[in-house]
T-cell receptor, first 113, second 114 residues
Framework: QQQVKQSPQSLIVQKGGISIINCAYE??????FPWYQQFPGKGPALLIA?????SEKKEGRFTISFNKSAKQFSLHIMDSQPGDSATYFC????????????FGTGTRLQVTL | SAVISQKPSRDICQRGTSLTIQCQVD?????MFWYRQQPGQSLTLIAT?????????ESGFVIDKFPISRPNLTFSTLTVSNMSPEDSSIYLC???????????FGPGTRLLVL
């Protein structure tokens, strides 16, 4: 599977701050980029996703920024809350590959009071 | 999104034995997937399971070690065979959503092999 690089590995943000997680991919055939949120002891939950035809997608406090030329995309969590403390995974898939997802290595986010 | 359940939720097994993990979804789905997530690590796709056909395995995973069944559109099983401590992981099933390319995950099965 093609690699998706994710950073940082861990992140500590104060309540109300902005959390930013970055991902970079190599395969230009990727055309679907979801973010998953995983709480301890739970399966990953789809948070938000973007396709390369737009540069930004916002859903509530969560925004994906996408830079096709740089092959990078990022997740911004505005007004971060303690309840956002979880592990976040970026992923990518190619059209016509039965939705096979390649995951990043994960970012453990801790939002402090 | 689909509601997905897995059984068992966790198990402790002895090396050399096999464990079958069940995945049940509350609606009919074409594609089901099995992933492995080692402690504190990312998710790695084991195989894709279509109803009525043989599962497609990713590089590094073989049918003899991880046999999969997909008897209908709402159910699949993954067997971890001849287990060793290196098989200690979380095993997750996922299903393809109605929106193209979306995937929804079950809660996972936490396996410890002694």
């Amino acid at each position: 599977q093609q690699q998706v690089k994710q950073s940082p590995q861990s992140l500590i943000v104060q309540k109300g701050g902005i959390s930013i997680i970055n991902c970079a991919y190599e395969n230009t055939a990727f055309d679907y980029f979801p973010w998953y949120q995983q709480f301890p002891g739970k399966g990953p939950a789809l948070l938000i996703a973007i396709r390369p035809d737009v540069s930004e997608k916002k859903e509530g406090r969560f925004t994906i920024s996408f830079n096709k030329s740089a092959k990078q995309f990022s997740l911004h969590i505005m007004d971060s809350q303690p309840g956002d403390s979880a592990t976040y995974f970026c992923a990518a898939s190619k059209a016509g590959t039965a939705s096979k997802l390649t995951f990043g290595t994960g970012t453990r986010l801790q939002v402090t009071l | 999104s689909a509601v997905i359940s897995q059984k068992p939720s966790r198990d402790i097994c002895q090396r050399g034995t096999s464990l079958t993990i069940q995945c049940q979804v509350d609606s009919q789905v074409t594609m089901m997937f099995w992933y492995r997530q080692q402690p504190g690590q990312s998710l790695t796709l084991i195989a894709t399971a279509n109803q009525g056909s043989e599962a497609t395995y990713e590089s590094g995973f073989v049918i003899d070690k991880f046999p999969i069944s997909r008897p209908n559109l709402t159910f699949s099983t993954l067997t971890v065979s001849n287990m060793s401590p290196e098989d200690s992981s979380i095993y997750l099933c996922s299903v393809e959503g109605k929106a193209v390319e979306t995937q929804y995950f079950g809660p996972g099965t936490r396996l410890l092999v002694l």
